[in-house]
């Protein structure tokens, strides 16, 4: 085969896993060929489903425009969001650029070695600093440990047996709170009382009133929540209380406590708002929920049954699960998976040889809906289906969007369309540098106008 014609075949096989991607994953992460298996195993898996090979620009949204640094766009994408922390002190531009020049874009083991080598090293700055009494140099560097120790351990989850993946991620939450006390931040670890156990959660309490107006934050697919503290300090800066909060299926609820995601969100919310009305520097009648990247989804069904809520924020707004995954899947594979679970099991398996991203995705995915094969994680994703319960929303709504969105592209805007409680409907363009999936790469812009609206809004 010359060389233009393997550069053809290359470029189809990226488009079979980019356009069966597109969707399966929401912490905003877009999977794109990038690995270099065998010519005779691109060849066999193109030929798998020929017309996976139409529209790939249209799936990949403005891929060419992305900034490489693995060349993987997974990765890649996944780079960014690290790098969101450096606006909250959680990263520092050096460190992660030397990182990522190290990791090879096929390895789920190179991307945890390089991050987990970091991360120590930055720990060991922390603890050498503590030791000579330099706290605010210690708190600084167990925050920016805890960003690289909570990305490190992310693809280990295509083994989610693997037990580096709940002892790193404890490395990083200790370091995050260890630094954040350190820096003398307002924030408390708590355990909020949850069907017969607790769900972890950091609150962030305000020191502009007694008894604040108060936001309810959890993340979604796969997210850690303290990579979210950028929001609960932008909120107390501003005279909000934040509870950042893990439910199931995410932190340590899954990693230590095995809790899977449950399509009935309200009773996890329930519980978080119960816990919250007991505190006395909490304004019962003021508060709100904020679901972000899958979580949006979440948060539109605990909107619809959780009364107490007075506004609820989601980034961006999901109604049907399994339609992001659906429309993004060819038909031949929709077929295969409708008429005959066990052969579309096999040759998606197959398909998770040929990119990282692919198999990080299906993997992970079936580990926090706590199901065994993909077809079983496609049906589990049926229950997270809201569209029954979006007209049963009274509370205020605040829909966040962007224009370059490539998960459940045009599922945001149709919430809004179908609301019928007071809404409004933010956009984030590419002139904002924040049109990506939870605007990522854009956390500044972000927040400015999500809160600009919330102090218009709240109590109006």
Known sequence: MNNKKLGKTKSRFKSILSYIMVGIVSVGLTVAFGGNGKKEKVQEVKKADDTAAVASDNANGNEGKDITFIDNWYMDTRVKFIMDGIWHRMGNMGEILDTVKNIRHTSELSWFREWNKTAERVMAIGDNSLAGGHDISAGDAYLRAANYYLAAEVFLHVNSEDP???????????????????????????????????????????????????????????????????????????GYNCLLFDGPGQGLAIREQKLAFRPDWE??????????????????????????????????????????????????????????????????????????????????????????????????????????????????????????????????????????????????????????????????????????????????????????????????
């Open 164 to 238: 580096r993946i709940l002892e790193t991620y404890k490395k990083g939450a200790d370091c995050f709170i260890k630094g954040m006390k350190l820096l003398g931040e307002p924030v408390t670890e708590v355990s909020i009382p949850y069907e017969g156990t607790t769900l972890r959660g950091y609150f962030f309490k305000t020191a502009l009133k007694e008894k604040a107006p108060t936001l309810l934050v959890h993340q979604g697919f796969d997210a850690p929540i303290e990579n979210t503290k950028y929001i609960a300090e932008e909120a107390i800066k501003r």
């Open 267 to 460: 009773k996890v919310v329930g519980p978080v708002v119960d816990y919250v009305e007991t505190r006395p520097d909490v304004d019962k009648d003021n508060i709100m929920l904020m679901g972000i990247s899958m979580g949006g989804g979440f948060a539109v069904r605990a909107a619809a049954y959780e009364p107490r809520l007075k506004l609820t924020i989601v980034d961006p707004g999901y109604i049907n699960c399994y339609d992001i995954i659906k429309d993004m899947l060819t038909p031949k594979l929709v077929n295969l998976y409708e008429q005959d679970p066990v052969e579309f099991d096999k040759k998606f398996l197959e398909l998770t040889k040929y990119d990282v991203g692919l198999r990080w995705g299906i993997y992970h995915g079936m580990w926090v809906f706590g199901c065994k094969t993909p077809s079983e994680f496609f049906t589990k994703l049926k229950e997270f289906n809201y569209e029954k319960d979006v007209d049963k929303i009274k509370c205020k709504m605040l829909v966040m969007d962007g224009t370059g969105e490539t998960w459940g592209k045009g599922q945001a805007k149709k919430l809004y369309d179908e609301l019928k409680s007071p809404k409004y409907y933010m956009q984030f363009t590419e002139e904002d540098a924040a049109d990506g999936h939870c605007q990522v790469g854009g956390p500044a812009i972000s927040t400015q106008r999500m809160f600009d609206w919330l102090d218009e809004n709240l109590g109006k």
